[in-house]
């Protein structure tokens, strides 16, 4: 079983819908929550940043911790067609090494 | 602005020849790793450093090795490049450990090894 679990998608909705990212992980230790996004032929870039448990919002975007259940979610409200990408999944413990997910590409349509 | 240059963003080999990508930070960042992204597979760490001349092992470092001469730079070294090394190539680099700090990334180099 791998440590970060993400569908790959392709996920394709029209510009104004809500957006809904997942991903499940495996080691009750894991603390820090990230997702990153990715646009075409470029590096990842740190989205949102959670620790342990709950919500955080930034803009349109909000970043959902469930520890109970080892699920990670990215909501996007109001999405844009600049908000095509792919998005990443991150966690990692106490160790030096983040655990990445596969990342699901989000095609958003005018 | 953080900034990760890598050398090439297209580099295109043959098997069996030494390749060199290189990687360089300008933020003082103490903590540098080698990623590579494949399809379906995602975003795998062949080797990281926390610290000049230091390197520890990440989940697939066959076939690799790394140097870190200078704070700044982190060069992956493939001794002898095989087809199955064909993939992107994405250096990252952030604070001093824990590394769940934000680790900031180059644009990648997409190897492609004949």
């Known amino acids: 079983q791998k440590e970060v679990e993400q569908d790959p998608g392709p996920l394709s909705v029209p510009e104004g819908a809500i957006v809904s990212l997942n991903c499940t992980y495996s080691?009750?230790?894991?603390?820090?929550f990230m997702w990153y996004r990715q646009y075409s032929r470029k590096g990842p870039e740190l989205l949102m940043y959670?620790?342990?448990?709950g919500n955080k919002e930034d803009g349109r975007f909000t970043a959902q911790v469930d520890k109970s259940s080892k699920y990670i979610s990215l909501f996007i409200r109001d999405s844009q067609p600049s908000d095509s990408a792919t998005y990443l999944c991150?966690?990692?413990?106490?160790?030096?090494?983040?655990?990445f997910g596969t990342g699901t590409r989000l095609q958003v349509f005018p | 602005d953080v900034k990760v240059t890598q050398s090439s963003r297209y580099l295109v080999k043959r098997t069996g020849e030494k390749v060199f990508l290189e990687c360089v930070q300008d933020?003082?960042?103490?903590?540098m790793f080698w990623y590579r992204q494949d399809p379906g597979l995602g975003l795998r760490l062949i080797y990281f450093?926390?610290?000049?001349?230091?390197?520890e092992k990440g989940d697939i470092p066959e076939g690799y090795s790394v140097s870190r001469e200078k704070k700044e730079r982190f060069s992956l070294i493939l001794e002898s490049a095989s087809t199955n090394q064909t993939s992107m190539y994405l250096c990252?680099?952030?604070?001093?450990?824990?590394?769940?700090?934000?680790?900031?990334f180059g644009p990648g180099t997409r190897l492609t090894v004949l």
């Open positions: 991150a966690t990692g413990g106490n160790t030096d090494k983040l655990i």
């Open positions: 450093s926390y610290d000049v001349k230091m390197k």
């Open positions: 959670t620790y342990s448990s």
């Open positions: 990252a680099s952030t604070w001093a450990r824990p590394s769940y700090n934000e680790q900031f």
């Open positions: 933020m003082d960042h103490e903590n």
């Open positions: 080691n009750s230790a894991f603390q820090y």
